[in-house]
């Protein structure tokens, strides 16, 4: 019963971190390759700390460890990502040609060129 | 048990082999930064999976210290790239 | 089992170090030594010896590379990225060639 939920664990985790590793290999943007860097891959990382758990059983050097790199991946995994997407904006790497939109582009243009539905209204300033 | 944790230690190895790939074709350097953080998470589940698949506790270490530093790497490389030098 | 985990990570191991050697791009190559660091790391641990994981982790996948960058980066001559002789009609060398000259834009 065990090794069934440790065989099953650990080929969601190896599946999903294919789909993400292929994601970054095909994908045409680097916006789009960080966004399969972010989240596939902490999905994919997290079954197989799960399994290792359940394999090794949770009172053991193994449970403790893997407790810690979760806890890693989770916090610094999107802290890394978004200092690297940023990183890549400000340095004015170019989008891919089929991209839709560019919200920080119009945020930067003005209220005027794309008005924000929770923003300021002009009415407002005037009163 | 113990066959199913190295099969999934190679394939983590062989997801590294093609994020080398795109390491070496990424056409600017945050597409090889996003390659690299991504192969050294699939390294740390590696280091994970072979301290299980070989029954020693002391390879376990090695996993935090990938797992904490190649995340300072990745933050200070783009920092780097965002305001230049230091 | 183990002989294949250590020759999947030698293999790794000797492309990440050929790419070094190869690509034309200066970050580039920094970042795939990082890589070879990485795994370079796997490899000792798969041969037994944790401690020299750790002294490779922070010293070649991390320390080294960002010595080179900071290094790199102190050089303010502008490196012309073409193609040499031998490499007319190569397409990846074309590629980091722009590649060279869009990413020096940000590198100040």
Known sequence: MRLVFVIALLAVGVAVSTSGAVGILRMPDVYLRIQCSSKPVTLGALPVLVAL??????????????????????????????????????????????????????????PTAAPHPGGGQPADREG | MTLAIGVACLAEVVIGALLLIRVG??????????????????????????????????????????????????????????RGLL | MFWAIDYACLALVVAAAVLVIRLRNLNGSVMALSAMGTVLALLFVVLGAPDDAHAQIVVGSIAVPTLYLIAIAKIRTEVVNEPELGEQGDTDAAADADAGRAGSGGDR
């Open chain 1, 53 to 110: 758990v359940i394999a090794k059983g949770p009172v053991s050097s193994y449970g403790g460890r893997a407790l810690i790199v979760a806890v890693l991946l989770l916090v610094m995994n999107p802290l890394a990502t978004h200092a690297l997407a940023r990183a890549a904006y400000s340095v004015g790497i170019p989008m891919w040609s089929g991209a839709v939109v560019d919200q920080a582009a119009a945020r930067a243009a003005g």
């Open chain 2, 25 to 82: 074709l990424g056409p600017t350097v945050c597409d090889r930064i996003v390659a690299l953080n991504t192969l050294s998470t699939q390294i740390t589940l590696a280091v994970l999976l072979f301290a299980a698949f070989a029954d020693r506790a002391t390879y376990l270490d090695v996993s935090i210290w990938l797992a904490s530093f190649s995340y300072l790497a990745t933050i200070v490389w783009s920092r780097y790239l965002e």
